[in-house]
């Protein structure tokens, strides 16, 4: 009777447990100063726009997305300043 519920409920699942599996390597390779705020954002872009579209009776675009926005913002300026700090970091060896 609720198969899909169910189903659907297994594949987040999956789904959580590659992105913490996902994000235990990333801490390995970058810190976690730089991975916590990286990964923060995207699961807050991704489950934003995610919920957007599976209930979108109560959702508002133009309050939802420039919010959104500006956490993907936030995930290019991370990764552009990593960039530029092993940059630093390799000419200073």
């Not at 730089?34 to 954002?41: E, H, K, M, R």
């Not at 997305?65 to 630093?88: E, R």
Request: aromatic share 10%; net charge negative; proline share 2%.
């Amino acid at each position: 009777d609720n198969l899909p519920s169910v189903l659907f409920a297994m594949a987040g699942g999956v789904v959580l447990s590659i992105g913490n599996l996902s994000s235990q390597y990333v801490w390995a390779f970058v810190g976690l100063s730089v991975a916590g705020v990286i990964t923060s954002s995207i699961i807050v872009v991704i489950g934003t726009t995610l919920n957007y579209f599976l209930d979108d009776k109560i959702n508002k675009a133009e309050i939802l997305f420039p919010g959104v926005g500006c956490f993907f913002v936030a995930v290019c300026l991370g990764f552009i300043v990593h960039s530029s700090n092993i940059a630093d970091n390799q000419a200073k060896l």
